[in-house]
């Protein structure tokens, strides 16, 4: 992980040094992304089914957050039993349930969902229509003849290896980590850390990650039941809780492991990559075996538009500034 920042001049912030080498990749990467979109808006066959794709998904994830969050009693239950755990065994007891860190994330919270009831399905709708139309002949069929248990636990370990393996991607090509960093900006962690994550983050773990999914196929039931378990987990682990799993720590990330993943001291940086599993960082060499501490987390560079320590609820303007934050430290690497 790089989370090195030019030296400041005296007594100033760093110089924002434009590296035309960087801005042309960041370029580049977008203009790519733009013209596969053009070239397949520009077939008719997939613009008449575009709509009716998107009209689908877009029903679909109302009904997903209307059942996930609004009018979900699970929802509730989980988020007073994990702010109990959070008061009664803290990691960071000096943190409080509402910390700054935790009032920034809320701002988070509608930003994502808005992100992903609009921009993040049109991404997958179109890259699932560009994998319908030029890469089809990669599907598994051998997958679909299985019965039905076989193929959700082959897609539940599949997704979650491909989601290490992008992970580890993100945090070792400088130009992904910029994105990624504003998730492991924050010093806080908590429940609602899960929802701060840059889109173009978002956008590059679902490009690399859907594709090797479609190839298995799965059921639209089954990848929104799996997701929807993952979140659960995901949440559960950033929140601040003072626990390892006991023996499930073998198997599963924990919000033991994964502050360990989010930790400022640089003897833990690059590890812990996992996402439900923890099978994945024990079989490739990236599990750190300390699992009684509970490291400071956040992110070494000083030009990050941290959130500040005032009374307000949280910044609207922190939150712009944080996601402007990743193309100015592309573009002002050494
Ligand atoms: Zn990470
Ligand atoms: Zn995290």
Redesign the pocket.
């Known amino acids: 992980m790089n989370t090195t920042t030019p030296a400041a001049p005296e007594g100033g912030r760093p110089l924002a040094r434009i590296h035309w080498r960087n801005v042309s990749l960041l370029g580049g990467s977008l203009a790519a992304l733009a013209s596969l979109f053009v070239v397949l808006l520009r077939d008719p066959a997939v613009t008449a089914s575009l709509g009716d794709r998107l009209t689908a998904t877009f029903g679909e994830l109302g009904k997903a957050l209307r059942e996930e969050f609004f009018l979900n009693p699970w929802f509730y239950a989980v988020v007073a039993g994990v702010l109990l755990l959070e008061r009664l065994i803290p990691a960071d007891p000096g943190q409080g349930l509402l910390s700054k860190g935790a009032r920034q994330d809320l701002v988070w919270v509608p930003f994502k969902l808005l992100v992903h009831a609009s921009f993040i399905p049109a991404v997958i709708v179109l890259l699932r229509l560009g994998y319908d139309r030029y890469l089809g002949f990669l599907t598994i069929d051998a997958v679909a003849s299985w019965p039905a248990p076989g193929r959700i636990v082959l897609a539940v370990l599949w997704g979650d290896f491909l989601f290490w393996l992008i ?1 580890y991607i ?2 070792k090509v400088f130009f992904l980590w910029c994105f ?1 960093a504003v ?2 900006s924050q010093k806080e962690l908590n429940f609602f850390t899960e929802y701060r994550v840059h889109p173009i983050d978002d956008v590059f773990a679902i490009t690399l990650g859907v594709i090797p999914i479609l190839m298995l196929e799965p059921s639209f039931v089954t990848v929104t039941a799996i997701v929807w378990v993952r979140h659960w987990h995901t949440r559960i682990c950033h929140s601040n809780i003072r626990t390892n799993f006991g023996p499930l720590k073998y198997i599963l990330v924990t919000p033991q492991s994964h502050r360990v ?1 989010h930790s400022v001291d640089e003897v833990h940086h690059d590890k812990n990559f996992g996402l439900t599993f923890s099978i994945w960082d024990h079989l490739f060499g990236t599990q750190h075996r300390e699992y009684d501490i509970y490291p400071e987390t956040g992110i070494n560079d000083r030009d990050f538009p941290f959130e500040q320590n005032r009374r307000s609820f949280a910044s609207l303007n922190t939150l712009l500034s944080q996601l402007i934050y990743p193309f100015q430290a592309v573009s002002r690497r050494d």
């Open positions: 992970h993100r945090h990624h998730h492991h993943h």
